[in-house]
């Protein structure tokens, strides 16, 4: 991760009957504020310097916080927001977070996703560690997120006043976009986009397309396929239809998956290992760490055998199966601008 970074979110968040957060939603999270910004905030919060915060700001509080916020010229979102939120019902929030430490409460842990679906950092420069037992079950439904334990009260209820309560999905994440709207992104289907995916200017996700939280896209590019948590795809590269990438939930561990730039990964295809620039896997090859894969030279001829994990982060190279012997082959792929001589070492 890259050096100590501090965020800063105001925002508005929910609790279930028993006060425990569920959620909650920054609209102008700010990273790196001024140091007399951050003195400001930590008055409200009565927290001392390099200490993470995560307060409730009540009536009293609240006029505090925004006659503080009037002193500060970048602050005229919050403090826009601020006035509107003067009578709320739902709880108002304010966090002070050392992005490099795990975060330690669920409006925390909000910021820390907020930032990266707003693109104000990048996946795996900020600490996510921890979070998914600190994260509740949640149903999303069309009235909000509703505590499980909650939900078939809620539903009853509803439906004795004639309305109809949606559960969209159960799960510790929210869909991006309830939250996050990036610019310049189109999206198939929402509800396959989690809160924390990057998704970089110029991205399409086709409605079969995921992409998971800490994951996603430097720039322009087709996602059909899944991106899975914790992966960074580069600018100009595509992931066909039903093509995957593991992810460090999904067996890739601690190895981190990256695609370099203008890579093809072919529709049913899978990438375990990290590619560089402009590689391609073609249709329907999973290609894992332990892979045995067969080294061509530009003639057809072995070179050698490795396995695959031995080409981990390698430029121009094209992977395919050869459709006699069934074996993986990897050589130069023709496409490419420069050839790669490293592949074609012996030693």
């Known amino acids: 991760m890259s050096e100590n970074k501090v965020a800063i979110g105001f925002g508005i968040a929910s609790k279930n009957n028993n006060g425990d957060w569920l959620e ?28 993470n915060a995560t307060v409730e700001l009540f009536s009293q509080d609240l006029n505090d916080l925004i006659d503080r916020l009037d002193k500060h010229p970048e602050t005229k979102s919050w403090l826009y927001q601020g ?29 820390h996703l ?33 505590d499980l334990s909650e939900l078939k009260g809620r539903v009853a209820e509803a439906r004795g006043q004639g309305k109809f309560i949606a559960v969209k999905s159960v799960d510790k994440f929210p869909q991006m976009t309830d939250y996050v709207v990036p610019a310049g992104v189109r999206i198939g289907d929402a509800s396959r986009i989690r809160l924390g995916a990057y998704l970089g ?24 396929g899944r991106i899975s948590a914790g992966v960074v795809v580069g600018k100009g590269t595509d992931i066909g239809g039903g093509a995957s990438t593991m992810g460090t939930l999904s067996g890739g561990n601690s190895v981190i998956i990256s695609l370099g730039e203008n890579c093809l990964v072919g529709a049913n295809a899978g990438v375990g290992i990290p590619l560089g620039d402009r590689c391609t896997v ?30 981990a982060g390698m430029n121009d190279l094209l992977f395919r199966r050869n459709s006699i012997s069934g074996a993986i082959e ?12 490293e592949l074609h070492s012996n030693n």
């Open 24 to 51: 909650a939603y920054y609209p102008f999270p700010m990273l790196n504020p001024t140091d007399a910004l951050l003195a400001d905030l930590r008055a409200v919060t009565l927290s001392a310097e390099g200490q």
């Open 282 to 311: 073609e249709a329907g090859l999973y290609v894992t760490g332990g892979s045995k894969v067969s080294v061509l030279d530009d003639q057809g001829k072995e070179v050698k055998k490795v396995k695959a994990g031995e080409l």
């Open 114 to 146: 907020h930032l990266l679906s707003h693109r104000l950092v990048k996946p795996h420069s900020i600490s996510l560690e921890g979070i998914f037992g600190k994260l509740p079950n949640v149903a999303w439904t069309n009235l909000g997120p509703i």
């Open 330 to 341: 990897c050589l130069t792929n023709k496409k490419a601008i420069a050839l790669n001589e």
């Open 201 to 224: 200017e110029g991205t399409t996700v086709m409605h079969e397309g995921f992409v998971n939280f800490n994951a996603g896209t430097l720039g322009t590019g087709m996602i059909e």
């Open 83 to 111: 006035m509107e939120w003067m009578s709320s019902v739902q709880p108002i929030v304010l966090v002070i977070s050392e992005l490099q430490k795990p975060p330690e409460t669920v409006p925390e842990i909000y910021l």
